[in-house]
């Protein structure tokens, strides 16, 4: 019978604990200006990006256990108030931080057409 699945054409090198090590890049290292410019242009995919409601709710969740927290160590508030607090402050920080990040990356895109010209 014809094997169906294709077979690797390099060995894995299994290690006692169960680990895999595989081979590394084997082309040729990158110079530091070839690193550079890899990141450059990284950065500048990754700031083109228009913000995401997505990602305004994770950072407005984090700042409001942050929030939640210091408040209920840091003032010794209960926690029932706390976490009250901290809800509040979830629910406004997500348009805040929405519309910030939305005022930013308009800001940089105006910048970046004004740089063309």
Same mark, same amino acid.
């Given at each position: ?6 077979? &690797? ?6 290690? #006692? =604990? +169960?680990?895999?090590? *595989?081979?590394?890049? %084997?082309? &040729?290292?990158? %110079? &530091?200006?070839? =690193?550079?410019?890899?990141? *450059?242009?990284?950065?500048?995919? &990754?700031?083109?990006? #228009? #913000?995401?409601?997505? +990602? ?6 984090? $700042? $409001? ?8 160590? =840091?003032? *010794?508030?209960?926690?029932?108030? +706390?976490?009250?607090?901290? =809800? ?6 997500? #348009? ?13 895109? *105006? ?7």
């Amino acid at each position: 019978m014809a094997q169906s699945k294709k077979k &690797r054409s390099r060995k894995h090198r299994g290690t #006692p =604990a +169960g680990t895999i090590e *595989r081979a590394g890049r %084997t082309g &040729r290292p990158r %110079t &530091r200006d070839e =690193a550079k410019k890899i990141s *450059r242009e990284r950065r500048t995919q &990754r700031l083109d990006k #228009p #913000p995401t409601w997505r +990602g305004s709710i994770n950072r407005a969740a984090i $700042a $409001a256990l942050v929030f939640g927290v210091l408040i209920v160590l =840091a003032f *010794r508030r209960p926690v029932v108030s +706390g976490v009250a607090l901290a =809800a509040f402050m979830f629910l406004l920080y997500i #348009p805040l931080g929405y519309a910030t990040d939305l005022a930013i990356h308009r800001f940089r895109q *105006r910048r970046k057409v004004a740089a063309r010209k």
